[in-house]
């Protein structure tokens, strides 16, 4: 046999075998196909399961965030309801506190002008026994008296003072509590 008709023979096996895979590869390919649709059915189910899986975590999530909201809510609305009256009954306190401080002022201030005029009379009785014994004259009277005047004027005027100094520090802490206490409604409705 010469080389060609050798080769031509081999050539024509090779086709031949080319034939039978072609053969085979039509006969499985309902085979891959189906190798194919089993894969993509695989995905397809593969991802419904992860939907579902992640429509149940969100699910989940959701209940538990609703939750925590209306326990806030509740808790919330039972420290507000306790604190409402707190500060209610903290605001009577603070302003029956600073009322009856206020009224002690305006009292001790009164007591302190009774008791300067009251030392105002003292004197000048004195001054007019001391005239009437002989002791001083009328000119050195009026002085005395004129004195016991403007001590008493100075007295009461400083009472006066003390008075307003002290009601004005009443009433700073008086509105320094109500803002504290506006701060914690403040913080109430937050």
């Known amino acids: ?23 085979k590869l039509k006969e499985n390919t309902g085979f891959l196909r189906k190798l194919e649709a089993r894969g993509a059915i695989s995905r397809a189910n593969a991802d419904g ?16 965030i609703t939750s925590l909201n209306t ?11 306790g604190a409402m ?16 401080v206020d009224q002690a002022l305006t009292n001790g201030a009164a007591g302190e002008v009774y008791t300067h005029l009251s030392n105002r009379a003292s004197n000048v009785g004195f001054a007019n ?9 009328a000119e050195e009277r009026d002085v005395i008296v004129s ?4 001590d008493a004027s100075d007295d009461i005027l400083r009472s006066r003072e003390r008075m307003k100094k002290a009601k004005d520090a009443v009433d700073a802490l ?14 109430l409705r937050s």
Do not use: Y
């Open 1 to 23: 046999m010469n080389t060609k008709t050798h080769d031509a023979q081999k050539q024509q096996q090779l086709d031949l075998d080319n034939a039978a895979d072609t053969a």
């Open 49 to 64: 399961w992860l939907r579902v899986e992640t429509a149940k975590a969100n699910a989940r999530a959701n209940i538990a």
């Open 71 to 81: 326990a806030e809510t509740l808790i919330r609305t039972t420290l507000v309801g």
């Open 85 to 100: 009256a707190q500060i209610g009954a903290s605001t009577t306190r603070l302003n029956a506190a600073t009322a009856a």
């Open 129 to 137: 026994d001391l005239q009437s014994a002989g002791k001083i004259n």
């Open 147 to 150: 004195f016991s005047q403007t």
């Open 174 to 187: 008086h509105g320094c509590a109500l803002e504290g206490i506006e701060r914690a409604k403040e913080m």
